[in-house]
């Protein structure tokens, strides 16, 4: 009997609990998605209405003039062509660190050679410079290569980073030795095994990878800001950072192009939910 | 590269004793290979070239006077880096009055994105309908670089009609505009706020991971023992994810003292160079002011501060592990 | 409601400036024979080569963006050969940082504007061209041009910019609130002793007066401004020191944190506090760059005027800036772009009118004397302070300093935080250090 009411009680408990629960995560919901609704809704309105008070959320004259303005082309905020530059720089960034860094982690993983640990550890412990004081100097290293103002200083550098090998190297440790060692007993050499064997078993932790670093890589702000100059060949981050400064308070045309930045990321995002999910709670738990 | 791989073998499983040139047999014999070289060559390439040879030029470059567009590059020995600690040397003032504004915004905002996204992931820990749900809203904004977030949020903040004065005014809340952008305390209300709005999620995230990672069974057997869902908490759910929480907090610190972009779109440094970080600092000096050499040597001061706080952390966080 | 503008949208005229090496001229020149000069001009500056892109940048982000662009369309659609593109990014941080940069890696632009207490420190950096000859070549001569702007485009003894206009700091006063006051609105105060008379009666009426405001725009140009008046100087002649704690510096900074602590001006004032009290009635005075005109001119119902500054000080004298069109450095430049840069820059100088009527005193005598300009409503106010206006020594590096260091001396002053003196003195020992660093980089200027 007192056990039952015990029961009962715990239900009602955690019944509202559970009411409680979905009302903060409601609320919760309102506060992160309803800036990105406002961005959205201000990119449709004429500019005036974006500064003119009272707000409202539903333009009151729905426009595309943001628009037009940003994908015109014209020499001052070619946005079309920071789209693209930030999908070249992107794919191909992300291409680049899924080729060097498998093959390194591939190697730290699984094969011996001389000086392995202090290679290992000098890798690892990169992470933790920050990335500030590399700024001038590869600033100039970049300018020496002739790549200041170039895609090429997007998607170089940044494949430098030991994140990727760290993260492919935790996965092709966790691999079975037993496939690789019968492979071996078979005669296959190396290579073989890599691309035969690891890569197609490693198509998760890869598709993680290939995710984080488009999306690192789309994001990337400081250094863009600081090596790429002329409106035509920037990505979007700096374009951004150029259109606040240029069209200082016609909102619409700002957020549209804020707009423009944030659609690939999302459906990125939409599609690769898991992958980089995952990915961000692996090097939490490893790490 | 695979080409060659390829190439170089048939198909046909053949005895290692055939001699392949880098069977894993012939590795493990100490007889030398080429192969892990090869393998690691080109990230060593990158490597090289990019983090190892920078971080050791920019110590070069920190003991000149150095402006790329000018024929020569004086040397001044530690010049830069007495003048970072020379009261009334032009740099002395504004850099740490940097360091200071990134320390205040790592004060305040590493809190916070340590404790709420705890609690978002405790409550997106239990099982219910549409989790995966509200799990991908926290984490979307996440996805957003930080320039679309800054410029946004530089529109929400505006004064004079942004977002949230509005709701203000329209809720009667304070007098007249609130200075988002322009005033302190707000502009660092301002910043942390929208910080952690951008990247509670990614916190979220991995407090999910690690309260998942809690064997449940120590729960239940809590649950015989006959205790409250407040003991459980402090006796299992916190000892679990010490391992999370030194990352949690070691990524966050070091995040939040790498702040650039926040300052550099919503506030741009205001009041006055109060809310400018040091990263914004270093960059200005070193590509806005052409003086790389003093740039490269904050830097490397700022480097040495983070690396103390890195290892202070893992100490203090270790040691409580082990007790 | 008045739009609340930010300091970036003021960032039209970059930082103050010191004397240096100005002479200050006669009145304009002495009148050139404007009809020869058009001649040669239409006949010197024409192009005739194969068709050509200029790529063409500047930081007009505020009001006077849509009308450099106008004249920008209207050139293209006169020259069937030429195709200017214009680009605009923020003077700062964004201009003066990647035009060096682009020009560094060979990507600069054809022709550029500059503000002229910039074109030293291009100039040391290689950044752009001497343009010594070039004048002639756009059928123009040094005559063509006001004296004090002309001579500022020199630096060690070659002519870096030809200028385009100059746009000066100016004495701005609300009508309605002068009424309120008991002052005549048509006969905004000219001396000390009117001004000071001014503020009391108007603080009589519990007005105060002439809000200072602590920040760059404009507390910066208002103390250049008495500060020059004084008799005094940001540098000395070498630019080797800073001087703006001399006597006549602290006078100028007393001065204008007396009206602080006298009750005629609100402390803390914040940034665009005292344009927008002005907009609201509850401000008198307000000394602003001739960019304003446009924006006072947009509030509706605001009874407004501008006159030329006060004198406070023992001289006459207005802080001033001046857009220069410059020719940025080019790894293999192309005679054709060369010559239709040349051509633009003509054109665009003599069509500076409409240029004027963004907010601008154009240097190109011919226009400024002309009926057009003296039509104007409020430039022609500014233009009568051309004799005694003032912009930076052509030093490299002084901007930074003027808005980095010596600015700070201002801040601190007019928020009752630093004695000015005292602010001063700390302002000028680290101006100083840089100063030297600067002669050392760029081996003495």
């Not at chain 1, 078979?186 to 598709?207: C, E, T």
């Not at chain 2, 990158?46 to 050791?56: C, D, E, G, K, Q």
């Not at chain 2, 299992?236 to 929480?245: A, E």
């Not at chain 3, 746009?167 to 001396?191: C, I, S, W």
Request: charge should be negative.
């Amino acid at each position: 009997m007192a056990a039952a009411a015990k029961t009962e009680g715990r239900d009602a408990g955690g019944l509202a609990r559970k009411l409680l629960s979905y009302a903060v995560l409601l609320l919760l919901t309102l506060i992160f998605v309803a800036p990105l609704l406002w961005m959205v809704s201000t990119s449709f309105k004429p500019n005036p209405e974006t500064t003119a008070l009272p707000l409202s959320w539903i333009p009151k004259t729905f426009s595309t003039e943001g628009y037009s303005t940003i994908l015109n082309s014209s020499s001052q905020s070619p946005a079309l062509l920071w789209f693209l530059n930030s999908m070249i720089a992107g794919l191909a960034n992300t291409a680049l660190i899924l080729v060097t860094a498998s093959m390194a982690a591939y190697a730290l993983a699984r094969m011996e050679f001389r000086g392995k640990r202090f290679l290992f550890a000098a890798i690892i412990s990169t992470l933790f410079i920050p990335p500030i004081i590399l700024l001038t100097p590869n600033y100039q290293i970049v300018d020496q290569f002739g790549w200041l103002d170039t895609l090429l200083a997007v998607i170089v550098p940044g494949a430098a980073g030991a994140f990727g090998v760290f993260f492919l190297r935790q996965f092709f440790l966790s691999l079975p030795k037993e496939l690789e060692e019968a492979a071996m007993l078979d005669g296959a050499n190396r290579y073989q095994i890599f691309f035969r064997i690891i890569l197609p078993l490693s198509k998760a932790p890869l598709a993680t990878l290939a995710t984080l670093s488009f999306l690192t890589n789309w994001n990337d702000f400081l250094w863009p800001v600081y090596v790429l100059f002329t409106p035509g060949n920037l990505t979007l981050p700096p374009g951004l950072a150029i259109l606040q400064g240029a069209y200082t308070t016609n909102y619409a045309v700002i957020m549209a192009g804020g707009v423009l930045a944030s659609i690939p990321v999302l459906i990125v995002f939409i599609i690769a939910q898991r992958y980089i999910i995952q990915g961000v709670a692996r090097s939490g738990l490893k790490g | 590269m695979a080409a060659q791989g390829i190439e170089q073998t048939g198909a046909q499983p053949t005895p290692p004793a055939a001699g392949y040139p880098s069977g894993g047999k012939a590795e493990s014999t100490g007889s030398f290979s080429w192969t892990p070289y090869v393998f690691l060559a080109p990230y060593l390439l990158l490597f090289t070239v990019f983090i190892v040879v920078p971080a050791i030029f920019g110590l070069w470059i920190s003991l000149h006077n150095w402006d790329y567009l000018l024929p020569e590059q004086p040397w001044v020995g530690l010049q830069n880096y007495v003048n970072l600690f020379t009261p009334g040397s032009p740099t002395a003032g504004f850099f740490w009055q940097s360091m200071e504004a990134t320390g205040i915004f790592t004060l305040f905002s590493v809190p916070f994105l340590v404790i709420i996204p705890l609690l978002v992931a405790l409550i997106l820990n239990q099982s219910f309908r549409g989790r995966n749900f509200f799990r991908a809203m926290y984490f979307a904004p996440y996805v957003l670089g930080v320039a679309v977030v800054g410029v946004l949020w530089q529109y929400i903040l505006n004064p004079g009609f942004g977002l949230i004065n509005y709701y203000l005014g329209a809720l009667g809340i304070g007098e007249g505009a609130v200075p988002w952008t322009t005033a302190l305390p707000w502009a660092w209300i301002s910043l942390v706020g929208m910080t952690v709005w951008w990247t509670l999620g990614f916190n979220a995230i991995i407090y999910l991971a690690g309260l998942q990672d809690i064997n449940q069974e120590l729960y239940e057997a809590a649950k015989v023992d006959g205790a409250n869902r407040w003991q459980r908490f402090v006796n299992i759910t916190i000892p679990g994810l010490r391992p999370v929480f030194l990352f949690v907090i070691t990524v966050t610190i070091l995040a939040s003292a790498n702040m650039f972009g926040q300052s550099y779109l919503v506030t741009d440094g205001a009041p006055a160079n109060e809310t400018r970080t040091a990263i914004m600092y270093i960059a200005e000096e070193g590509l806005e002011n052409f003086r790389m050499g003093s740039a490269a040597a904050m830097s490397y001061i700022l480097a040495l501060f983070l690396a103390l706080i890195s290892i202070l952390n893992f100490r203090f966080l270790n040691q409580k592990e082990e007790d | 409601m008045g739009r609340r503008l930010t300091r970036r949208e003021f960032l039209l005229a970059g930082a103050g400036a010191g004397a240096g090496l100005m002479v200050l001229g006669g009145c304009g020149a002495s009148r050139d024979q404007a009809a020869a000069a058009r001649t040669a001009a239409g006949g010197g500056a024409r192009y005739t080569g194969p068709k050509v892109n200029l790529a063409f940048w500047n930081g007009f982000t505020g009001g006077d963006g849509p009308i450099m662009l106008e004249l920008v369309n209207q050139f293209n659609s006169e020259h069937e050969n030429i195709q200017v593109d214009m680009v605009t990014m923020m003077w700062a941080p964004d201009f003066y940082q990647k035009a060096p940069a682009a020009v560094a890696a060979g990507q600069g632009p054809n022709v550029a504007i500059m503000h002229v207490d910039r074109l030293g420190l291009n100039a040391a950096r290689g950044v752009i061209i001497p343009l010594d000859g070039v004048v002639e070549a756009l059928g123009l001569q040094e005559s063509s041009f006001a004296s004090t702007i002309w001579d500022a485009g020199v630096y060690e003894g070659k002519r870096y910019g030809i200028p385009l206009d100059t746009h000066p700091l100016g004495f701005y006063y609300n009508k309605a609130v002068m009424e309120e006051g008991g002052l005549d609105p048509n006969r905004p105060p000219q001396t000390r002793d009117e001004y000071m008379e001014a503020l009391e009666e108007l603080k009589g009426k519990d007005i105060q007066g002439s809000w200072v405001p602590p920040s760059l725009f404009t507390g910066w140009h208002m103390f250049t401004s008495l500060l020059w008046q004084f008799g005094g100087d940001l540098y000395n002649e070498d630019v080797t020191r800073a001087t703006v704690n001399s006597d006549a510096g602290v006078e100028a900074m007393s001065w204008m944190v007396d009206l602080v602590k006298r009750g005629y001006s609100p402390k803390n004032v914040a940034q665009d506090g005292d344009v927008i009290a002005l907009q609201n009635g509850q401000n008198a005075f307000n000394w602003n760059g001739i960019w304003m005109i446009n924006v006072f001119g947009a509030v509706p119902e605001l009874e407004w005027g501008v006159a030329p500054l006060p004198q406070i000080g023992t001289e006459k004298a207005a802080w001033a800036n001046s857009h220069n069109f410059v020719i940025p450095n080019q790894p293999n430049p192309d005679p054709n772009k060369l010559r239709a840069a040349k051509v633009f820059i003509a054109w665009v100088i003599e069509s500076s009118q409409k240029w004027a009527e963004g907010g601008q005193v154009p240097a190109l005598n011919e226009v400024r004397e002309g009926q057009a300009f003296e039509d104007l409503e409020w430039q022609p106010e500014f233009a009568k302070e051309l004799p005694y206006v003032h912009f930076g020594p052509s030093a490299p590096g002084v901007t930074e300093i003027n808005e980095n260091i010596l600015y700070t001396a201002v801040n601190e002053a007019v928020l009752l935080n630093e004695e000015p003196r005292a602010a001063l003195d700390t302002a000028v020992e680290r101006a100083n250090k840089l100063l030297q660093q600067n002669q050392q980089k760029y081996g003495g200027y």
